[in-house]
């Protein structure tokens, strides 16, 4: 019933910017038991990392590598997600998946949506 999509990745310059967007259903009525929301990664060959999370409060927090040059934010309905992503690098290069995460440990991932940083 819960289902993420992601939209948004392509390919882009080096210190190029790019703003993917996710965009969830299913999870009217349950807004309560969110934990958090947020994006993580995967390059080839790496273990899925930590991007951005943001809490239903508004807090965030973000990989030290994104720190500075990547933000997260939400719709204020909690059906979309979002990573402004600015100042890109090659290392920036991977899937990026979005992640809604409720109390218990219940995470939803999206499919994920590719990001290639090259000239």
């Known amino acids: 019933q819960v289902q993420l999509v992601e939209s948004g990745g392509g390919l882009v310059q080096p210190g190029g910017s790019l703003r993917l967007s996710c965009f969830l259903s299913?999870?009217?009525?349950?807004?309560?038991?969110?934990?958090?929301m947020g994006w993580y990664r995967q390059a080839p060959g790496k273990d899925r990392e930590l991007v951005a999370t943001?809490?239903?409060?508004?807090?965030?927090k973000y990989a030290d590598s994104v720190k500075g040059r990547f933000a997260i934010s939400r719709a204020n309905t909690k059906d979309a997600l979002y990573l402004e992503m600015n100042s890109l690098k090659p290392e920036d290069t991977a899937f990026y998946y979005c992640?809604?995460?409720?109390?218990?440990?219940?995470?939803?991932w999206g499919q994920g949506t590719p990001v290639t940083v090259s000239s």
């Open positions: 299913g999870v009217s009525g349950r807004t309560r038991n969110i934990y958090d």
């Open positions: 943001i809490t239903v409060g508004g807090s965030t």
């Open positions: 992640n809604l995460h409720l109390y218990g440990n219940v995470n939803y």
